[in-house]
């Protein structure tokens, strides 16, 4: 392609990176996890590369033009509403929505008010609550409540912006997990899990300045609408059915996480 010559829209091309494997989505301990929380088999992580330098505020314009690449149509995995198969998007994109998600945290400490503030004990074992049901889920640890309940005392242990950081919707994705999940007892696994996607997902270096680690990529939640209505992730709206598309400016790939909400493989 000639110099300064642009690509389809605005000069995104994308490659799909099959090679690349995120073990923390496959590892037998995570796999049994999944499993246990409804979600294995209803959730994926794939790569793709593109090709010019990523700019956060035109991420409208490179989530558009990964929608439209003959690369990504292909490729990029969905499960259908009405077979509950992994299948590609066979319809036309119209408009997407793609909101920026802050990710900033580097160390599991975030989740420290668990303890202090006897939503979870000593023992990482999860304090129990009266059940009540926040619609669609019910709620029967104190765990839950904070996630969720939000005129509970203790919501106000995570303020508005730590509730938006990528780490803490990813651990709360996990704790909320499936249409037929099996809540843990203790705090550990979820943290585990947690810990061990954000680590595959999320891309750091150290600043040649000041010598601290600090992320690079950017997370955005995303969205897309074909002509009569969303397409992506799912055609039902649901608060456990997402796509957050991880972007790293550097290595210019993007990691895509997604799950719709299910019932989980049991075998």
Same mark, same amino acid.
């Given at each position: 392609?000639?110099?300064?010559?642009?690509?389809?829209?605005?000069?995104?091309?994308?490659?799909?990176?099959?090679?690349?494997?995120?073990?923390?989505?496959? #590892?037998?301990? #995570?796999?049994?996890?999944?499993?246990?929380?409804?979600?294995?088999?209803? !959730? /994926?992580?794939q790569a793709f590369g593109?090709?010019?330098?990523?700019?956060?505020?035109?991420?409208?314009?490179?989530v558009m033009a990964f929608?439209?690449?003959?690369?990504?149509?292909?490729?990029?995995?969905?499960?259908?509403?009405?077979?509950?198969?992994?299948?590609?998007?066979?319809?036309?994109?119209?408009?997407?929505?793609?909101?920026?998600?802050?990710? #900033?945290?580097?160390?599991?400490?975030?989740?420290?008010?668990?303890?202090?503030?006897? !939503?979870?004990?000593?023992?990482?074992?999860?304090?129990?609550?009266?059940?009540?049901?926040?619609?669609?889920?019910?709620?029967?640890?104190?765990?839950?409540?904070?996630?969720?309940?939000?005129?509970?005392?203790?919501?106000?242990?995570?303020?508005?912006?730590?509730?938006?950081?990528?780490?803490?919707?990813?651990?709360?994705?996990?704790?909320?997990?499936?249409?037929?999940?099996?809540?843990?007892?203790?705090?550990?696994?979820?943290?585990?899990?947690?810990?061990?996607?954000? /680590?595959?997902?999320?891309?750091?270096? /150290?600043?040649?300045? #000041?010598?601290?680690?600090?992320i690079t990529s950017s997370?955005?939640?995303?969205?897309?609408?074909?002509?009569?209505?969303?397409?992506?992730?799912?055609?039902?709206?649901?608060?456990?059915?997402?796509?957050?598309? !991880?972007?790293?400016?550097?290595?210019?790939?993007?990691?895509?996480?997604?799950?719709?909400?299910?019932?989980?493989?049991?075998?």
């Amino acid at each position: 392609m000639a110099a300064g010559e642009l690509g389809p829209l605005g000069g995104y091309y994308f490659r799909f990176l099959p090679q690349k494997t995120f073990k923390s989505l496959s #590892t037998p301990e #995570t796999t049994s996890r999944l499993r246990q929380w409804s979600m294995l088999g209803r !959730i /994926k992580a794939q790569a793709f590369g593109f090709d010019q330098t990523f700019q956060v505020y035109r991420k409208d314009d490179f989530v558009m033009a990964f929608f439209k690449d003959p690369n990504v149509i292909p490729n990029l995995k969905l499960l259908s509403d009405s077979s509950g198969q992994w299948i590609t998007l066979g319809t036309e994109v119209k408009k997407i929505e793609a909101i920026n998600v802050p990710c #900033t945290q580097l160390s599991m400490s975030f989740f420290n008010p668990l303890y202090d503030e006897d !939503i979870v004990r000593e023992n990482g074992h999860i304090v129990k609550c009266l059940d009540s049901f926040c619609d669609p889920f019910l709620i029967s640890d104190e765990l839950q409540k904070v996630l969720l309940v939000e005129d509970s005392e203790k919501y106000e242990v995570f303020s508005q912006p730590d509730r938006e950081e990528f780490l803490f919707c990813l651990f709360k994705h996990l704790c909320l997990g499936g249409a037929l999940c099996q809540y843990e007892d203790v705090l550990n696994p979820y943290l585990e899990t947690t810990k061990l996607i954000y /680590k595959d997902l999320v891309s750091v270096r /150290k600043n040649p300045q #000041t010598k601290k680690i600090q992320i690079t990529s950017s997370v955005f939640k995303v969205t897309a609408y074909d002509s009569v209505g969303m397409c992506y992730p799912s055609t039902k709206s649901h608060e456990q059915t997402f796509s957050y598309f !991880i972007v790293d400016p550097i290595m210019r790939h993007v990691h895509v996480l997604y799950h719709c909400y299910g019932v989980g493989e049991m075998s």
